[in-house]
């Protein structure tokens, strides 16, 4: 069974009050403050300014949302994440946007069923909006990231 995930990541307030101009734009609740709005295929749409895809290396990032995700910045960290996976064997990129640009990454990692989690691209982008790991997990599993295994699964969950 596959996994993958392409998503905003930020503090609920933040990203609510952001994302409200965005056609499409659905915010999850995840823990420890945070929710994600999934990167579908209309959010995508209604963000991109038409210039590459592919900005930082991002399968997913459309090109020039970048810039929003630094203006977003301003207000706390923001981050940028994708994760592809199957079999145990895939990928995961990161970002973390603060005070208005660029802080973090962009993350990129080949991920492998011996890479250490704690140490992957998504679980550095989560240590830096201050994510918490319990004992014995990552800060991936802390949130909640495995409760869905795709994007757009996520949309069910949301509550804008």
């Known amino acids: 069974m596959g996994y993958e995930l392409q998503a905003v990541i930020a ?10 101009g965005v056609a499409g734009a659905r915010v999850v609740p995840l823990r420890q403050g945070l929710s994600l709005m999934p990167m579908t295929d209309e959010v995508f749409g209604a963000v991109t300014d038409g210039s ?3 900005a930082l290396g991002f399968w997913k990032l459309p090109g020039g949302f970048e810039i929003s ?6 207000a706390g960290p923001v981050a940028y994440v994708e994760a592809e996976y199957f079999g145990g ?36 982008a ?8 319990s004992l014995g997990g990552d800060e991936f599993e802390a949130l909640g990231l495995g409760r ?3 994007t757009d699964d996520w949309m069910s969950s949301s509550t804008s």
């Open 126 to 133: 989560l240590q830096q909006l201050g994510v918490k790991r």
């Open 148 to 150: 869905h295994r795709n």
């Open 11 to 20: 503090g609920d307030e933040l990203l609510r009050a952001a994302s409200r």
């Open 52 to 54: 590459a895809v592919r």
């Open 89 to 124: 064997v895939g990928e995961q990129r990161a970002a973390v946007w603060a005070d208005g640009a660029l802080a973090v990454g962009p993350l990129d990692v080949p991920a492998r069923k011996w890479m250490v989690r704690a140490v992957s691209p998504i679980s550095q």
């Open 69 to 74: 995700l630094a203006r977003w910045s301003a």
